[in-house]
Nanobody, 121 residues
Framework: QLQASGGGLVQAGGSLRLSCAGS????????MGWFRQAPGKEREFVAA????????YYADSAKGRFTISRDNARNTVYLQTNCLKPEDTAVYYC????????????????WGQGTLVTVSS
C-alpha cells in the first residue's frame, strides 16, 4: 500500500514537499514515480526515480522545479515541488513498479490514493 501526503493550498511561487510512504511490503527494489491529474484532464507523468535513487527522470513541466528523492530505509519517496504555478494544480499520485524510470504509466503496479495540490494565483 502507498500513502501519499503533503498536498495543500499554496500561492504561486510557493513550495510543497509531497511524501509517499509504503506499507505492507518493501518498495526498495521498485522504480517509484509521481503522476498527477488535473481537473478534466488525463493523468500524466511527473517524475520517476530508480530503486537506488541513482537515476531520475522528469517531465518537461517538472524539470528545474521539482525534485524526486527516496529513502529506502523509510520505504518512502518524496517530491519536492518549488516555484509552483496555478497549472500545477492537480491530484498527485505516487506509484511503484514501472521497471525502468522511463516506463509508461500502465507499467506501474501499485498506486497511492493521491494528495491534492492547489496553487492559487
Amino acid at each position: 500500500q502507498l500513502q501519499a501526503s503533503g498536498g495543500g493550498l499554496v500561492q504561486a511561487g510557493g513550495s510543497l514537499r509531497l511524501s509517499c510512504a509504503g506499507s505492507g511490503r518493501s518498495f526498495s527494489s521498485d522504480t517509484m514515480g509521481w503522476f498527477r491529474q488535473a481537473p478534466g484532464k488525463e493523468r500524466e507523468f511527473v517524475a520517476a526515480i530508480s530503486w537506488s535513487g541513482g537515476s531520475t527522470y522528469y517531465a518537461d513541466s517538472a524539470k528545474g522545479r521539482f525534485t524526486i528523492s527516496r529513502d529506502n530505509a523509510r520505504n518512502t519517496v518524496y517530491l519536492q515541488t518549488n516555484c509552483l504555478k496555478p497549472e500545477d494544480t492537480a491530484v498527485y499520485y505516487c506509484a511503484a513498479g514501472g521497471g525502468s524510470i522511463w516506463a509508461p504509466m500502465n507499467n506501474y503496479d501499485y498506486w497511492g490514493q493521491g494528495t491534492l495540490v492547489t496553487v492559487s494565483s
